[in-house]
Each structure stands twice: as C-alpha cells, then as structure tokens.
C-alpha cells in the first residue's frame, strides 16, 4: 500500500493548482513549464534509424543525453549552458589500467560586459562559449533577451532580462531620460524584444519571489473599526440626503 495518496514526483504540479498558487498570473505559470535546453555537451542523431557503416544494414539508434550536473555558482554568472560531467578515465591512458573517476569542469573567466539599456557594465563569470555566443547575437543585450530561460539556466541572466524588459518598457522615464536622441536609438534598437511590463515585471522570478509577490499585492491595511462606521455613517446620510425630497420656495 502506497504511503501517501500521489507519488512524490507529481507534488510541485499538485501544489500550483491550489492555494495562492492559482491566483499567479497565466504567463508565469506558463514560464514554470519545463522545456529541454540546446544540447551543448552532445549532438542529438536526430534519426531513428540509420545505416551501419560496416554492414550496411539498417539499425535503431536514439538519442542518449549527457548527464549535466550544474553548480550553485553557475546560477551567479553566465556559462553558456555548460556545466559539470562526470565519468572515468583510464590511469595512464592505458585501457588495461583501473578506471579513475573524473569530473570535467568548463574554463571559467571573469569578463566586463556593458548593457546599452542599462547603461552599466558587470564584471560576470562567463565560460569561452558564452563569448562566442554574445559574439554571434552582435551584443550583450541582444543574447540576454534572445537566450530562453531554459539555455540561459541563470539566476543573474533572468534578472538582467527582467531588468532590460522593465527600463524597454519605461522608457519614457528610465531609458535615458536625459538624452531624447540616445533613447530614441536605443529603443528603437530592441524595440521588437519588448514585452508588456506587467508580464516583464516577473520574468525570471522564482516561484517563492512569485508568491511573496503576489502576497504583496493582495496585502491590504487593516482598517480600524472607527474609520469603518464613521465612513458607514457618512455613507448613510449621503444617501438619506438623497431620498429627501427637493423643497423649491415659489418667490
């Protein structure tokens, strides 16, 4: 007999369809979907079945991804989507040898990159590949809002997306307020990234900054009990007032 009445895997997906969890705005509960990353550490066959190139029969293959372990530290910085591998290697290189466990770790740099939108650099731990990646999206700003959540897999890449997407959509008072010239060419730059700023003000949230966010817009002050009958009150002659009936003196 089971121990309990759904199995465990199934529990986060049971919590948001009960509580404050279903008051969470639509697009953030759609954001929570899980979605498979850009294979970085393997290429996917992409076929079922393909030729054996020494017999030449037809054979099944699959794809078979590689185990990616992500540290903490990865969600501070911008690695690109590599992570962790473990397996094992040959002492010596020599096949006859033990097998020696091993981990594979990406080449970690420190790099100042500068956001056009938020007129600020970082100093962000990037990997190579992250690099070639801004490189190839022609800017920072352009790889942090064309990157999905799922191949950014960052802490600190999210929130610099939120925080772009905010200043996109206030730009009339945050981007550049100053220089009307260098607001207009910065906005019409990213113009065709920019989202509705009450869906970016929680891109990137984690799901307990959601519910303390939502918390705080269903918190209402406590009203004192006085305040309650004198408005009441108010109220009430406002409307006796009313029903009155309208005297006019005939001069």
Not at 84 to 113: C, H, V
Not at 150 to 164: F, Q, Y
């Amino acid at each position: 007999m089971p121990l309990h009445k759904y199995p465990s895997k199934i529990w986060d997906v049971l919590k948001l369809k009960q509580g404050i969890y279903t008051r969470l705005p639509k697009h953030y509960l759609k954001s929570l979907e899980q979605k498979e990353p850009t294979p970085v550490h393997w290429r996917p066959l992409g076929v079922q079945y393909r030729a054996n190139p020494k017999t030449g029969l037809r054979e099944r293959v699959q794809d078979v991804p590689i185990p990616i372990f992500y540290p903490p530290p990865a969600q501070d910085g911008l690695w690109g989507g590599e992570g962790w591998i473990s397996g094992f290697r040959y002492a010596n290189n020599d096949k006859m040898s033990n097998r020696l466990r091993k981990t594979w770790k990406p080449q970690l740099f420190k790099r100042e990159l500068y956001s056009e939108i938020l007129d600020h650099t970082f100093t962000i731990t990037v990997t190579a590949r992250t690099l070639n990646l801004i490189d190839a999206a022609f800017g920072f700003d352009f790889y942090i809002l064309q990157t999905p959540k799922e191949d950014l897999n960052s802490k600190l890449g999210m929130d610099l997306k939120r925080a772009m997407l905010i200043r996109l959509a206030r730009r009339n008072t945050e981007l550049y307020p100053s220089d009307p010239v260098k607001q207009e060419k910065v906005y019409n730059k990213y113009k065709h990234l920019e989202i509705p700023e009450e869906e970016a003000e929680w891109l990137g949230l984690s799901l307990e900054e959601a519910v303390e966010k939502q918390r705080q817009l269903e918190h209402k002050e406590p009203q004192p009990l006085f305040e309650a009958c004198v408005e009441e009150l108010l109220e009430g002659l406002h409307v006796q007032k009313l029903s009155e009936p309208h005297l006019v003196e005939n001069k």
